[in-house]
């Protein structure tokens, strides 16, 4: 394929420079996974904002690239065999991370090991903390039955507990040093204010967390990726 001619998206946001990486993101959790990566390690990108409205994520120019209609996508026009789309925030952390060579051990066990916690976060961490959102504080707030909110309140705390309980040991950092599972996880923990929920998970009952995610947002290159693209 040729970047841009052979994507639809390109339609609809147009690149300014089509020799770089073009994230189509929105500051949310999953978003900023990999923003955030982008300015750890430094691979020049343009980003796209890309609203959580129907015009922007249902639109056919979004659904050529990701047909699940959910931010973030990519496309890098570097890629192994030419311009390569990609989808799931997961998926193009590790695929960054192999690209540069950086934020993912080259060792076959430490590889495994922060895939692992990577996954932990798509398989558990994001789907629950975003239904404790929703039942907490959006629309499903209004649902009279106290048992959706209940049962993602306690999965909630039973995640924190099992990351408190890795934490404990004085690590810095979940998997050894800095890497993708970090940028995968701390968004989502950081998601606990923005719902309003962290009193009600027992947040302050989870001090190594607290500190966990404290450190990650004291990085300079979180602190730029953390609002891009900009909300306004």
Same mark, same amino acid.
């Given at each position: 394929?040729?970047?841009?001619?052979?994507?639809?998206?390109?339609?609809?946001?147009?690149?300014?420079?089509?020799?770089?990486?073009?994230?189509?993101?929105?500051?949310?959790?999953? &978003?900023?996974?990999?923003?955030?990566?982008?300015?750890?390690?430094?691979?020049?990108?343009?980003?796209?904002?890309?609203?959580?409205?129907?015009?922007?994520?249902?639109?056919?120019?979004?659904?050529?690239? #990701?047909?699940?209609?959910?931010?973030? /996508?990519?496309?890098?026009?570097?890629?192994?065999?030419?311009?390569?789309?990609?989808?799931?925030?997961?998926?193009?952390?590790?695929?960054?991370?192999?690209?540069?060579?950086?934020?993912?051990?080259?060792?076959?066990?430490?590889?495994?090991?922060?895939?692992?916690?990577?996954?932990?976060?798509?398989?558990?961490?994001?789907?629950?903390?975003?239904?404790?959102?929703?039942?907490?504080?959006? /629309?499903?707030?209004?649902?009279?039955?106290?048992?959706?909110?209940?049962?993602?309140? #306690?999965?909630?705390?039973?995640?924190?507990? $099992?990351?408190? &309980?890795?934490?404990?040991?004085?690590?810095?950092?979940?998997?050894?040093?800095?890497?993708?599972?970090?940028?995968?996880?701390?968004?989502?923990? #950081?998601?606990?204010?923005?719902?309003?929920?962290?009193?009600?998970?027992?947040?302050?009952?989870?001090?190594? $967390?607290?500190?966990?995610?404290?450190?990650?947002?004291?990085?300079?290159?979180?602190?730029?990726?953390? #609002?891009?693209?900009?909300?306004?």
């Amino acid at each position: 394929m040729n970047f841009p001619d052979d994507f639809p998206i390109t339609r609809k946001w147009s690149p300014h420079d089509a020799s770089k990486l073009q994230l189509y993101s929105f500051p949310t959790p999953n &978003g900023v996974k990999v923003s955030i990566m982008l300015e750890e390690i430094g691979l020049p990108y343009e980003a796209h904002k890309v609203t959580l409205a129907d015009a922007d994520v249902k639109s056919p120019e979004f659904l050529s690239l #990701n047909p699940n209609s959910k931010i973030p /996508a990519i496309i890098d026009p570097n890629g192994p065999s030419g311009p390569l789309g990609l989808f799931e925030s997961g998926a193009i952390l590790i695929y960054l991370a192999e690209k540069t060579a950086k934020l993912l051990p080259s060792d076959a066990a430490g590889r495994a090991k922060v895939i692992q916690w990577v996954m932990f976060q798509m398989g558990g961490v994001g789907p629950m903390f975003g239904q404790l959102g929703f039942f907490y504080k959006f /629309a499903g707030s209004k649902v009279e039955d106290p048992l959706p909110r209940e049962r993602y309140i #306690n999965e909630a705390k039973r995640l924190l507990d $099992v990351l408190e &309980g890795e934490m404990s040991d004085g690590r810095d950092w979940i998997a050894g040093d800095y890497s993708i599972a970090d940028i995968a996880l701390c968004p989502w923990l #950081n998601a606990l204010n923005f719902y309003g929920a962290r009193e009600v998970v027992g947040w302050d009952d989870h001090p190594h $967390v607290v500190k966990w995610v404290d450190r990650f947002y004291a990085r300079p290159a979180v602190q730029r990726g953390k #609002n891009i693209p900009a909300r306004d």
